[in-house]
């Protein structure tokens, strides 16, 4: 059984509010009363009503002045407020509207006019909230679909492999904990985890050659792979969508090195965004642990071993500390992961197809 619908009723005559609540309390209305304006507030703040019916002329706080306070807080904004007069003056019906009522009645009311005016506008609320509801879910339907592509194409992006789309999931999960271990808001952090899976995205300006080599890259290959941070981040371009400004960043940004000694801008330290020095750090190790078509993969020592050899030089040493700290808990990622990869085909294939293969998989 639907749950009874809850109506504050506000009058400082006490035989008003006795009437007003068995003509609700007789339609099966729950009811609560106040006497004055601030024990309206004062209930409202703690009780989540259905509906309140508010009269204007109250000694001190009037029902207007009650009204303009319940509207311009978020927990009672949303609640349907029919004033109560007994006058109807154009003017102070006018003011009543202009602070939020929905709707008045004259004193003396007939019951039936009363009950028609509180069921149209109870109704009418329920009917906001579901469509609320459903923009809400649609909302957050497209933003699924906006990360799933992002990730799709983040492995695109990687190599056109299924390993590589493999590397990009990995990567945001070791972000994410990273982000978090950081002390970053978990909105930020989910974020974040989202925007790493496009750190690669420049490579899609660089030749198939390059990305496929199985060998070492010579100088030349090398100074053309290095082009792929500024194309990520030319690609993304200015935009005002916070998840794509911070992938932005992590592009353009996550070569860089603490030292200075890296790239395409040689930033140092702080001048390196906190997303792409937490970024680097998820890239490199999660790169090092995994084989690749050039290079094996690593042992944890020998990952371990990296990370502090290069703690302050290539790494922020903050970051590098909080990996070492926590390395159970990447590990964890690590050995999950790697039962995914060993399970995933090896084979390289066409855009089209790695887009099917992932549609299916994600």
């Given at each position: ?5 809850t ?8 035989d ?6 068995a003509?609700?309390?007789?339609a ?17 703040a703690?009780?989540?009503?259905d ?10 706080m009037?029902?207007l ?5 319940l ?20 003017e102070?019906?006018a ?7 929905v ?6 009311f ?9 069921k149209?506008?109870?109704?009418l ?15 957050r339907?497209?933003a699924?679909t ?16 299924i ?28 974020m974040?985890k ?12 660089i ?9 070492r890259l010579?100088?030349?290959?090398l100074?053309?792979?290095r ?18 400004r ?8 996550h070569?860089?090195k603490y030292?200075g000694?890296g790239?395409p ?7 390196i ?6 970024v ?5 190790f999660d790169?090092?642990l ?13 990952v371990v071993?990296y990370l ?14 909080l ?5 159970d ?13 060993a399970?995933?085909p ?5 855009i089209?197809?790695?887009f ?7």
């Amino acid at each position: 059984m639907q749950p009874e619908q809850t109506i504050l009723v506000v009058d400082d005559v006490p035989d008003n509010i006795k009437l007003i609540s068995a003509v609700l309390q007789d339609a099966g209305y729950r009811t609560m009363s106040a006497h004055d304006g601030q024990s309206a507030l004062d209930l409202a703040a703690t009780h989540p009503f259905d509906m309140i019916m508010l009269d204007i002329m109250m000694p001190g706080m009037s029902g207007l002045e009650t009204c303009r306070h319940l509207k311009v807080d978020p927990q009672t904004a949303s609640i349907p407020v029919i004033f109560l007069t007994a006058g109807d003056a154009k003017e102070l019906l006018a003011k009543a509207y202009r602070v939020g009522a929905v709707d008045y009645i004259q004193k003396p009311f007939f019951k039936e006019e009363l009950l028609a005016r509180v069921k149209l506008h109870l109704q009418l609320q329920d009917y906001q909230r579901n469509l609320e509801a459903k923009v809400e879910q649609s909302t957050r339907d497209i933003a699924q679909t906006q990360v799933h592509l992002m990730y799709m194409l983040g492995g695109v992006a990687e190599g056109h492999s299924i390993e590589t789309h493999l590397h990009v999931k990995r990567v945001a999960e070791f972000t994410y904990l990273l982000a978090t271990l950081y002390g970053m808001e978990e909105s930020e952090a989910r974020m974040l985890k989202d925007a790493s899976s496009l750190h690669d995205l420049g490579k899609l300006g660089i030749s198939d050659k390059i990305l496929h080599k199985e060998e070492r890259l010579d100088g030349r290959e090398l100074k053309e792979m290095r082009k792929h941070a500024h194309l990520g981040a030319k690609m993304l371009g200015s935009t005002e969508l916070p998840l794509l400004r911070m992938a932005s960043i992590v592009c353009k940004q996550h070569h860089e090195k603490y030292d200075g000694s890296g790239y395409p801008e040689k930033l140092s330290g702080d001048q390196i965004h906190i997303y792409a020095r937490i970024v680097a750090i998820a890239d490199v190790f999660d790169a090092l642990l995994f084989p690749r078509a050039y290079k094996r993969a690593w042992s944890i020592d020998e990952v371990v071993r990296y990370l502090h050899d290069n703690r302050g030089s290539h790494f922020d040493p903050q970051l590098v500390d909080l990996v070492l700290e926590h390395l159970d808990r990447f590990l964890a990622i690590y050995d999950q992961e790697r039962r995914i990869q060993a399970a995933a085909p090896k084979a390289k294939m066409g855009i089209f197809t790695l887009f099917k293969r992932l549609l299916g998989a994600s």
